[in-house]
């Protein structure tokens, strides 16, 4: 794993940003930073301003965990082209399903874990997400979420997170195919995308040298990320970097 602001990382970033490239990012812990109440995450106002112009010089995308109305309204009024939910499957095909197969499994869950103090379920209609940041015991309370999702009847993909686990239909595309989708969609050659966390794995494991750039928030030596970013404080300097690589290209 590199650094991507080290000076040696220099000309691959300048290489992606005069290409036909879609930049994506992922944006709890990414574009904003992690906080204690889900509800309360924004972009520091700086991220905001930076992120806005990036939207207006590069095709831009957004593949969160939360829903895509949830995360399209923390975006604010950047000029993104494309905002994707759930992990890569909200839009799609096949959400009728989902949505049936969720309910199903909040019921069981519910059934399961409702009397665990510090452990919330959020629905998010096409997949789930179980948290447990505030639990006393957040050992405890993982294994018994995870023994909660292996006795479903309906099966689930489970991708942990940062004191999270999060249940998604069998079925359904990931943060990795969705990224594909809109590379496609947009005809771009290249893509650069930035995460940091489990989900975002789907993402950095498909490993196409020339055709996809991935970074991660945060060094890691379990991640296949190819770069990282040292903290998400370090995000503003990124997009910086990509305003400054694009007007420059435009001015000669
Ligand atoms: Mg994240």
Known sequence: MRHLLARESGEVLAQLAWSRVLVAFDF??????????????????????????VCSLYPCAVISGRSQSDVSARLASAPIKYVIGNHGLEPGASLDEFEEE???????????????????????????ALHYRRSRNKRLARSAILAAVAALPVRMRVVPGKLVVNVVPERAPNKGDALLELRKTEQADTALYVG???????????????????VRVGESQSSAAAYFLRDQNEMDRLLAKLISLREKRSST
């Open 102 to 128: 969720i309910a199903q499994a909040r019921a069981s869950l519910q059934a399961a874990l409702g009397g665990m103090t510090g452990v919330d379920l959020e629905d998010k209609r096409y997949s789930l």
């Open 28 to 53: 709890d812990g990414t574009l904003a930073p992690i906080v204690a109440n889900r509800e309360m995450a924004h972009m520091r106002t700086r991220t905001s301003e930076l992120f806005a112009k």
């Open 196 to 214: 940091d966390d489990v989900t975002d794995e789907d993402v950095f494991e498909l490993d196409q040298p020339g055709r996809l750039l991935t």
